[in-house]
């Protein structure tokens, strides 16, 4: 599947497709975890998200070799090869019209997320008093339902942020490092799935890239 690898400030960000097979898988596994307490992961993550469940347990190795091939990616653009990689968590997030994921970072090398249920249109998300306001300033982006990565300090010609739109089936993947947030949607009656995770290499490699 494709991807695009691509440096819109410091680090580098990959953005690519999973194959929607897969994106099944993890739906009907994700329906399967709903409301049960003994994977319920909320109380460790930033997220301002009633649903978050982990899912690392759970998943079998076909399901995460494509991630690990899309790591693999954006590590050979860089100059590492064939790295011993492994998951450093995996949860799901069931988001609901203004839960919000603040500012935040991970652990681990890579982060990543891809979306499984998307009911939520670019347009729709941007039509809300919010963004509605900013009609009258059409260089001013509009920010409803969108994953935002910051890096750095906003000053004169310095981008320091990159927005980023779900769609199914796309996989964004990044330095864990890099801080990042996720804006509200505000429409009524319907969620937004999504699978985010870490990969982590053993220590002995990490002097590899830093």
Known sequence: MSSEIFRPFGPKILIGDLDLEL???????????RGNKDTDAGHMLAGIIEEQHSIEELVTEDMVVP???KADELFTDVGLVQ??????GLWMNVQKPLEINPPHAHTGVLSFVFYVETPVSKE????NVYD?????APD???LGGKLNLMYGNMQFLNKNMHDFFPEVGKIIMFPSWLTHYVIPFYKEGVERVSV??????????LGDIL
């Open 23 to 33: 994106i099944d898988r993890y739906r009907s596994l994700i329906e399967e975890v």
């Open 67 to 69: 991630i690990f091939e």
């Open 83 to 88: 790295q011993p990689m492994h998951l450093a």
């Open 124 to 127: 729709e998300a941007q039509q």
């Open 132 to 136: 509605q306001k900013r009609q009258e």
């Open 140 to 142: 001013i982006v509009k």
């Open 196 to 205: 985010a995770g870490n990969i982590a290499l053993p220590d002995k490699y």
